[in-house]
C-alpha cells in the first residue's frame, strides 16, 4: 500500500485498525461509510475529533477494520486509532492530542463478577427475618 499510515486503537472490548491516506476526508468502516456504521451523531463526532484538532479534516480517507465491544466502545477505539496513527503523519500533532488524553489507552473495562453476588457489586437481597 502506497503512503498509508497505520495505527490500532483500543477500547473497552474493541480494536480499531486504522489507515490513513492522503485524501478527500471518506470514511470507510467494515466497509461501509460512517453514516451508515454510526447513524447516532455523538458517535460520528467522536470519531472526527482528532482531525478536528488538529486542522485535518477532509485531508485524509480513513479505512478502518473494528471489532469487538458495542457502539460506543468501538468509536473510542477508532477515535483512538485515529489520534496514534496522526502522530505517524506529523509527531507536531503530539502536544494537542497527548493535553487532551487522545494518546492514552482508557483503562476502564468492564468489572468481573465475584462468587456470592449477583453481578460485580450487586449483592442479593437481605432479609433480616
Known amino acids: 500500500m502506497e503512503n498509508y499510515f497505520y495505527a490500532t486503537g483500543k477500547r473497552k472490548c474493541a480494536i480499531a485498525r486504522v489507515w490513513l491516506k ?16 454510526f447513524p447516532r451523531e455523538t458517535s460520528q463526532m467522536i470519531i472526527k475529533q482528532p482531525f ?6 477532509g485531508k485524509f480517507d480513513v479505512k478502518v477494520n473494528v471489532k469487538g465491544g ?8 477508532i477515535k483512538h486509532g485515529i489520534a496514534k496513527a496522526l502522530l505517524e503523519v ?6 494537542i492530542l497527548k ?3 487522545f494518546l492514552t489507552r482508557d483503562a476502564r473495562i468492564k468489572e468481573r463478577k465475584k462468587y456470592g453476588r449477583k453481578k460485580a457489586r450487586k449483592r442479593f437481597q437481605y432479609s433480616k427475618r
Open 52 to 57: 478536528e484538532l488538529t486542522n485535518t479534516l
Open 99 to 101: 493535553r487532551l488524553g
Open 90 to 95: 506529523d509527531n507536531n500533532f503530539r502536544s
Open 70 to 77: 458495542g457502539i460506543s466502545g468501538q468509536a473510542g477505539a
Open 22 to 37: 492522503e485524501g478527500a476526508g471518506k470514511f470507510i468502516i467494515n466497509d461501509r461509510t460512517l453514516e451508515e456504521y
